[in-house]
């Protein structure tokens, strides 16, 4: 059974990140997590089991950051997730949105375009702690 909660830090360390993003799971500080589950922020599960999480953290007035943490979930499965984070951005009404996706990560250049989101810089050096380069995208209202 397929159902979406309310995040809880316990949900990321029970979430078996797809490959594209092990290198968060040693970036990833409980600090962060508490902030993750203060934001608007929800979990997958399948059969009770933690799948994939998504939520976003204001930055200022009318500006947020949207994150997600997913699993390697398989076609079926992820659709339904697709389908649960896009409802959520639909009704955030934030005026903007971004989120960075690694620059190698194809997949989740797919998934950016595919909730609305549009490229602004293809490649951003060095982004994230580990060294990872990024592309910025933007859904604005």
């Known amino acids: 059974m397929f159902e979406v909660i309310p995040f809880k830090s316990a949900h990321f360390a029970a979430i078996q990140l797809q490959t594209a993003q092990m290198y968060l799971s040693e970036m990833v ?4 997590i508490d902030v993750l589950e203060r934001a ?3 979990t997958a599960l399948l059969d009770g089991k933690p799948i994939g999480a998504a939520g976003v953290i204001p930055i200022e007035t009318g ?3 949207a994150w997600s943490f997913i699993s390697h979930t398989g076609p079926k499965t992820f659709l339904k997730c697709h389908r649960a984070v896009k409802k959520f951005l639909d009704g955030c009404h934030v005026p903007r949105l971004e989120m960075t996706v690694d620059s190698e990560h194809t997949e989740a250049h797919r998934w950016a375009k595919m909730l609305g989101f549009t490229m602004e810089e293809e490649h951003t050096t060095a982004h994230v702690p580990a060294g990872h380069d990024c592309a ?3 859904r604005v209202l």
């Open 29 to 32: 500080t409980q600090e962060h």
């Open 136 to 138: 910025l995208y933007a």
């Open 63 to 65: 500006r947020a950051l």
């Open 40 to 42: 608007p922020s929800y």
